[in-house]
């Protein structure tokens, strides 16, 4: 399968590009245009759960429509997913998951909202516009590439630091990947979106959706927990880093065909290289501190010392 081109990815991918219906610095496709400031930009607006104006759809998948709307009482603008009648239980259990997580996180790195509503037989997520550029965009139009270093370390900061706050909350997200990232250019600045993979630590691992192209080998046959989703990092880093996906042969993605920055008269980012390379081929609890601590800025690594009194 070439990478992110499955059917999912693609679904997936729409869904995640109408989540940047109001941001600053939103993705260019057709279905991010004509965002609302007010609510009375909105034609043929109907109120749900007697607080969210819900306009028309701009985006349509499979198993739901994405519309632009108006939260009446926080005076903002909205993006709001209804999941088409007659949709498994399944879908509704990713959906009521997706709005606990909505609802909980607190980590401007992790998209928030008002959560999921049942309203008039129709099953309804509320949430915030992502902010940023779709990851997936840049690695396709190749924008990636011109990135700078600080840039892609602060990305991977900024990933490690809302997945370490996720996990303190006893969620795995289990579908990292660049469908699921809105990213600022300028400053590295991330937004994690699509919580319908999420699941609690500790728990049986459930006939969930992953990504084959980013799931680790291992991920059914173990209980859930964070390896899955540092795993997924790994490989992300090493896309950014690289240029191209660890594993895959075959690619739709305009990736350059060196790495960007890992010279090898630069020993220690070799050396980073090598030991990344090797943690995905033998894949163990790839820890977001050490990753972090050499692809990032460090932060994680610091802090940990500074708790412990090393620092």
């Not at 992300?236 to 010279?263: C, Q, R, V």
């Not at 090898?264 to 601590?293: D, M, V, Y």
């Amino acid at each position: 399968m070439p990478v992110l081109q499955s059917h999912n990815s693609v679904l997936k991918h729409d869904i995640a590009a109408s989540l940047a219906a109001t941001a600053p610095e939103a993705t260019t496709s057709e279905s991010t245009k004509g965002a609302v400031s007010a609510s009375k930009e909105l034609t043929e607006a109907s109120m749900i759960a007697g607080r969210f104006v819900c306009g028309v759809p701009f985006v349509e998948t499979r198993c739901a429509r994405i519309y632009h709307g108006w939260d009446t009482v926080a005076n903002k603008a909205i993006v709001l997913k209804r999941l088409k009648r007659g949709s498994s239980l399944r879908r509704i259990t990713e959906m009521r998951r997706e709005g606990v997580l909505l609802k909980m996180v607190q980590h401007p790195g992790l998209l928030k909202g008002e959560g999921y509503f049942h309203w008039k037989r129709n099953h309804w997520l509320i949430m915030e516009p992502a902010k940023g550029t779709l990851l997936l965009d840049l690695m396709k139009s190749g924008q990636i590439n011109q990135l700078s270093e600080q840039v892609l370390r602060k990305m991977v900061t900024n990933i490690a630091l809302a997945l370490q706050q996720l996990h303190h909350d006893g969620w795995e997200h289990g579908d990292i990947k660049p469908d699921n990232l809105f990213v600022n250019r300028a400053t590295g600045v991330i937004q994690l979106i699509d919580y319908s993979s999420t699941h609690r630590l500790g728990r049986d691992r459930a006939n969930q959706s992953y990504s084959p192209e980013w799931q680790h080998p291992d991920i059914v046959h173990r209980k859930v927990d964070t390896t899955a989703d540092g795993y997924a990092l790994g490989l992300l880093t090493w896309s950014l880093w690289t240029g191209k996906h660890p594993f895959m042969t075959s690619s739709g993605i305009s990736f350059k065909s060196e790495p960007a920055f890992w010279s090898w008269h630069k020993i220690t980012q070799w050396r980073n290289g090598f030991w990344l390379r090797k943690a995905l081929r033998k894949p163990g609890a790839l820890s977001l501190i050490e990753l972090e601590h050499r692809f990032g800025e460090g932060v994680m690594q610091e802090e940990l010392n500074r708790k412990s009194g090393r620092g």
